[in-house]
């Protein structure tokens, strides 16, 4: 996509030395680069959105997992405590 850019922009430069036909030409198949180009960015971006998009249930799910992991350990632990402490009195 750069290498387009870069292209695009040397053959832009090099309109003042062309005849108007070959100018008009040049500047066509810039612009479709660029066109090409931004066309390209747009569609990464909405791969990288539907992705996240798709992730998203699949965090959150594993983020409530490791609460209830979380909380369990804590329950687990004053349960142990609670025993010892029956114990020793």
Do not use: E, F, W
């Amino acid at each position: 996509m750069k290498t387009r850019l870069i292209l695009a922009a040397a053959a832009t430069l090099a309109l003042a030395a062309c005849s108007q036909k070959t100018g008009d030409a040049t500047a066509d198949a810039a612009n479709s680069a660029m066109n090409d180009a931004a066309a390209d960015t747009n569609a990464a971006i909405d791969a990288s959105d539907n992705a996240a998009y798709a992730a998203s249930p699949g965090l959150h799910d594993a983020g409530n997992a490791i609460g209830n992991a979380a909380d369990a350990t804590g329950n687990a632990l004053t349960a142990a405590g609670n025993s010892v402490d029956n114990a020793t009195h």
